[in-house]
């Protein structure tokens, strides 16, 4: 079993960053394919990032490209996700989770965390 908790949400103007973090403990997160997904109201839960087990592969939606960073640190079990030049429509519950490969469904990642809010104010 992993669990995952995520961390670094919040309120913060458009244009500017924040930085989350996911953290987990139970397994090392090395032998896993991460993803951040996020939900807002209303909405589907949607693909953001993801990163294979090395962290050399990373992949974003389009929504995102250029303006968020997936990383992983499997030394401290932690991935991250840098996001730079937010904007209100990034506002949304952000989750990380685990799973065998990189994709963009959520159906194929074994191990979710709690979420946190990012609010981006306009």
């Known amino acids: 079993q992993v669990q995952l908790v995520e961390s670094g949400g919040g309120l913060v103007q458009a244009g500017g960053s924040l930085r989350l973090s996911c953290e987990a403990s139970?397994?090392?997160?090395?032998?896993?394919?991460m993803g951040w997904f996020r939900q807002a109201p209303g909405k589907e839960r949607e693909f953001v990032a993801g990163i294979g087990w090395s962290g050399v592969f990373t992949t974003y939606a389009d929504s995102v490209k250029g303006r968020f960073t997936i990383s992983r640190d499997n030394a401290k079990n932690t991935v991250h996700l840098q996001m730079s030049s937010l904007k209100p429509e990034d506002t949304a519950v952000y989750y990380c989770?685990?799973?065998?490969?990189?994709?963009?469904?959520?159906?194929?990642?074994?191990?979710w965390g709690q979420g946190t809010q990012v609010t981006v104010s306009s």
């Open positions: 989770a685990a799973g065998p490969r990189v994709v963009t469904t959520t159906r194929e990642y074994n191990y």
């Open positions: 139970g397994r090392t997160l090395s032998s896993y394919a």
